[in-house]
């Protein structure tokens, strides 16, 4: 048997489903600003020491946002039982200090090394840049990621706007058809405004949040010979 209205109600359940997802999904937004600008390539005043060991390479690491503390990563193993008698192994990522300000001269074996950078405004945040040291000195210069989720009174709005849009919308989708269906000219001009006011508040709410989210402004590098620098 099938009821009044049945057929519509399995209809209705999608575009419900997307709306309570938009307004579930959208406070998440973090706009991502362009790039920092291309560090030159100017080499920074250093002591430089003799010439590295053998097998290794020399790498001057600079900052231009100012003294920085600058980690290494590797790849790090921890045995594992195995009652197979098989050697077992979990691998982590581990970091140490590299350079505890920059600038800073550090000899490592030639080949890619993993740094690790912190990001403005984050606190405890690192981003690592594959750099590969090769067996003549050179210069690695980093301008730093920034990150600012300071946001005020209108992200706010925002989110309650888009919540409660998105409640109205809801409400004025599952209206609207029942009403058309049974020509109840009150109740199918209950849902039409209920479904343009819940329009009208998610898309004010959407902009809000993106007007007023979080900033992220990806850092840059310039990895450059330290004779071709001076």
């Known amino acids: 048997m099938t009821l009044p209205g ?4 399995a209809q209705r359940v999608r575009p419900l489903g997307g709306i309570a997802l938009l307004a579930a999904c959208v406070p998440a937004c973090i ?13 920074p005043a250093v002591a430089v020491a003799a010439p590295p060991e053998p097998g290794h390479g020399r ?20 045995p594992l039982a195995d009652d197979s ?10 970091s140490a200090v590299l350079c505890p300000a920059t600038p800073c001269v550090t000899d490592v074996p030639a080949g890619n090394v993993l740094l690790g950078f912190p990001v403005v405004g984050d ?5 690592t840049e594959l750099v590969h040291v090769g067996p003549e ?11 600012h989720g300071d946001t005020g009174a ?15 919308a809801i409400t004025g989708v599952s209206l609207l058809p029942i009403g058309l269906s049974k020509d109840n000219d009150g109740l199918a001009t209950a849902g039409g405004i209920s479904l343009g006011a819940g329009v009208a508040l998610i898309a004010f709410g ?4 993106r007007h007023d989210a979080p900033t992220y402004r990806p850092g840059s590098s310039n990895h450059f010979p330290l004779d071709a620098a001076r």
């Open 206 to 209: 959407i902009w809000a949040i």
């Open 31 to 43: 706009k991502q600003l362009p790039p920092a600008p291309t560090p030159p390539a100017v080499a």
């Open 154 to 168: 209108l992200r706010v709005l925002g989110i309650v706007g888009t919540s409660v849009g998105a409640a109205s």
């Open 123 to 127: 606190p405890g945040a690192f981003e």
């Open 85 to 94: 008698g098989r050697a077992r192994y979990r691998f982590f990522e581990a």
């Open 137 to 147: 000195p050179s210069v690695y210069r980093r301008a730093l990621s920034e990150y």
């Open 59 to 78: 790498l001057v690491v600079d900052v231009v946002d100012g003294p920085t503390e600058v980690h290494r990563t590797h790849m790090e193993s921890l």
């Open 6 to 9: 049945s057929a519509t109600v």
